[in-house]
């Protein structure tokens, strides 16, 4: 998982927030993400696939996905970078507060 841009983000945080954890069409995605910004379809099915291709959506099957939640994704890119900074692969940070 690489850290979002900054409209990439906003989109992402919007869907999550929505769509968090439930399974949702692809075209439902790319439709919200043109009427709620304003952007074309063409970019709105751009910056769906790019959010697939980060891992912040997810595929369930042929037409349906699975916006991951903003706390699964955000746990995921702390402790992938807190095991960086320290140099192990695995740490744990459930038992921290």
Do not use: C, P, Q
Request: charged share 30%; hydrophobic share 40%.
């Amino acid at each position: 998982m690489r850290w979002l841009k900054k409209r990439e983000f906003i989109i992402y945080a919007h869907l999550a927030l929505r769509h968090g954890g439930t399974a949702v069409s692809t075209t439902d995605l790319v439709y919200e993400v043109k009427k709620t910004f304003g952007t074309t379809i063409r970019t709105a099915k751009n910056i769906v696939k790019r959010l697939m291709r980060a891992g912040y959506i997810v595929k369930v099957d042929a037409n349906n996905v699975r916006v991951r939640t903003l706390d699964d994704s955000l746990t995921e890119l702390v402790t992938s970078y807190v095991s960086k900074r320290r140099g192990r692969r695995k740490v744990n940070l459930a038992n921290r507060s």
